[in-house]
């Protein structure tokens, strides 16, 4: 009989799932180390005490183009808990908005054309400015990417001469949104990539999918899976140390003991993997050697019960303000609330100290800007509010970023590189996308496909014909 090889996972978000749906599908036995009692990391929700409802830590959107969460989601047998949404509404201001639609026949990059020009936010000439910018972007592609990286994406919008309008009012809601980081501030490549692969490339690319159920609800099976392959998940349980030889990783000893492994993944943020390292670790893998040199951007999410509906679409961007998206929530009658609003607000720097009133009253003025209903209104119909402010959100994409996110694995006979049975996963690792589900869905793919020998990374929606035919002119 043979016997299981195992891998230790540290850290069960999107990443440690991932790598353990994955490592369990190669016929490893896998032990999952999470020390909260939920799944999900970041992306994953909580039982609000004070409203009695189960609340998502902030609002998260998945994309069309997100082929490996959406794999993940399929693989654990959740993808028909995500609603999908073809428009993104941008306000004008005052209840007036704008949609910016997928066409139903049109062919990428053509998809968004007719809604985008029907747009009223922008004059004919600030038009004219951003179609000018997405053939550039278009036209560039992947390769053409590769130049900008380590420079700013305001860089780029700066020599495709965007008026600051337009950075303020179409771009910068986009790359907030995506990046965490205004457009001066984020690393080029990955705005562009958003851009190119989240809109252009393939028509449904930029469909967006917010889950119907609480986050947290979405990983139900994963201890079924693990536990099918003779593991287990074992949830308020912290890691300690990753065991070193001086070789090769040996297991990773807990709060409440040591647990053997053939090898290990670390599917923990920098900031915790350094401290689960040992000197004589972090000199041997060179991987380990910049995890203190990433940097975190907040972001901030208010939920807020209203009696009646406040928000007639499912999305609002609220361009040029402080809070940059809505979302809407069905509510009911047993909740006692009709329908709730989550407000995120992205790069929130600025809101940090912030009472949670203070922060309830400034959502509050945007959503009266945008909706065209008075702040006492909207005060009115106000059931309760919610705050939550993540500071550590996600990596900073700030220009350079890339150079310093480590491989998944050891590179094979460089020793001096890394240690072979150590890999590495979560979103800021080296995979070429910015802090994201999908780059974490991918980092683990990643990591236990080097692991394990098994399936790895899926590829990116095949961009159309048309496409592909602007590019090569
Ligand atoms: C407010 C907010 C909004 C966001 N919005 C979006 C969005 O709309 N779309 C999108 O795609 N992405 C969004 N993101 C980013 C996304 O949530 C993250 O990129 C992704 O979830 C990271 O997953 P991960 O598994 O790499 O890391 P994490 O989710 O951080 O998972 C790491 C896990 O390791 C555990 N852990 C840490 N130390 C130890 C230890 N010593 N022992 C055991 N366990 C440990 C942690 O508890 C955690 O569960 C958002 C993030 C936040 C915070």
């Known amino acids: 009989m043979s016997v299981r090889r195992t891998v230790v996972i540290?850290?069960?978000?999107?990443?440690?799932?991932?790598?353990?749906?994955?490592?369990?599908?190669?016929?490893?036995?896998?032990?999952?180390?999470?020390?909260?009692?939920?799944?999900?990391?970041?992306?994953?929700?909580?039982?609000?005490?004070?409203?009695?409802?189960?609340?998502?830590?902030?609002?998260?959107?998945?994309m069309g183009c997100c082929t490996n969460i959406l794999d993940l989601y399929d693989r654990i047998g959740v993808l028909g808990e995500i609603d999908w949404h073809e428009t993104l509404w941008f306000s004008r201001g005052n209840g007036a908005t704008d949609a910016l639609s997928i066409a139903p026949i049109l062919p990428a990059p053509m998809h968004y054309a007719p809604s985008f020009?029907?747009?009223r936010l922008f004059s004919w000439s600030e038009k004219v400015a951003i179609a000018r910018a997405f053939l550039t972007i278009l036209r560039m592609g992947p390769r053409g990417r590769l130049g900008w990286t380590g420079k700013s994406f305001g860089e780029f919008l700066?020599?495709?001469?965007?008026?600051?309008?337009?950075?303020?009012?179409?771009?910068?809601?986009?790359?907030?949104?995506a990046c965490n980081l205004p457009s001066r501030a984020?690393?080029?490549?990955?705005?562009?990539?958003?851009?190119?692969?989240?809109?252009?490339?393939h028509r449904f690319a930029g469909a967006v999918g917010v889950a119907r159920v609480p986050l947290g609800r979405l990983y139900g099976r994963v201890g079924e899976i693990a536990a099918s392959s003779g593991g287990a998940l074992r949830l308020?349980?912290?890691?300690?140390?990753?065991?070193?030889?001086?070789?090769?990783?040996t297991g990773v000893v807990c709060d409440d003991g040591f647990v053997e492994a053939h090898a290990v993944i670390a599917a923990v943020p920098p900031d915790r993997l350094a401290k689960l390292c040992s000197s004589t670790l972090r000199t041997q893998d060179k991987r380990l050697a910049n995890l203190e040199r990433f940097a975190f951007s907040p972001i901030l999410g208010v939920h807020l019960a209203?009696?009646?509906?406040?928000?007639?679409?499912?999305?609002?961007?609220?361009?040029?303000?402080?809070?940059h998206w809505l979302f809407a929530h069905e509510g009911s009658a047993d909740v006692g609330f009709e329908q709730r609003v989550e407000a995120v607000v992205s790069a929130a720097d600025a809101w940090i100290g912030l009472s949670e009133e203070e922060t309830t009253r400034r959502v509050l003025v945007d959503m009266s800007w945008g909706l065209g209903v008075s702040v006492e209104e909207l005060t009115q119909d106000l059931v309760w509010s919610r705050p939550v402010l993540e500071k550590r959100a996600t990596f900073a994409s700030v220009p350079?970023?890339?150079?310093?996110?480590?491989?998944?694995?050891?590179?094979?006979?460089?020793?001096?590189?890394?240690?072979?049975?150590?890999?590495?996963?979560?979103?800021?690792?080296?995979?070429?996308?910015?802090?994201?589900?999908?780059?974490?869905?991918?980092?683990?793919?990643?990591?236990?496909?080097?692991?394990?020998?098994?399936?790895g990374v899926l590829a990116d929606l095949p961009p159309a014909g048309l496409v592909r035919a602007v590019r090569a002119i």
């Not at 009696?307 to 499912?314: S, W, Y």
């Not at 006979?413 to 994201?436: C, K």
Request: hydrophobic content about 45%; charged content about 20%.
């Open 10 to 62: 540290v850290g069960g978000g999107v990443a440690g799932i991932a790598a353990l749906v994955r490592a369990v599908e190669a016929g490893w036995r896998v032990e999952l180390i999470e020390t909260r009692t939920k799944l999900g990391g970041r992306a994953t929700s909580f039982d609000d005490v004070r409203s009695g409802v189960e609340l998502d830590n902030c609002q998260h959107v998945v």
């Open 117 to 119: 020009v029907r747009m």
């Open 158 to 177: 700066a020599s495709a001469r965007q008026p600051p309008r337009v950075v303020e009012l179409f771009w910068d809601p986009v790359v907030l949104s």
């Open 186 to 201: 984020c690393e080029a490549a990955h705005a562009l990539k958003v851009f190119d692969e989240g809109m252009l490339a």
């Open 236 to 249: 308020r349980t912290s890691a300690k140390a990753i065991a070193f030889d001086g070789a090769r990783v």
């Open 306 to 323: 209203f009696r009646r509906r406040v928000l007639a679409q499912p999305n609002l961007a609220l361009p040029g303000r402080a809070t």
């Open 400 to 455: 350079g970023i890339d150079a310093i996110r480590p491989r998944s694995s050891a590179e094979a006979g460089d020793l001096r590189g890394g240690v072979a049975n150590l890999f590495l996963a979560g979103e800021w690792t080296d995979i070429g996308w910015p802090s994201t589900m999908e780059g974490a869905a991918r980092s683990g793919y990643a990591a236990a496909a080097a692991c394990t020998g098994g399936a």
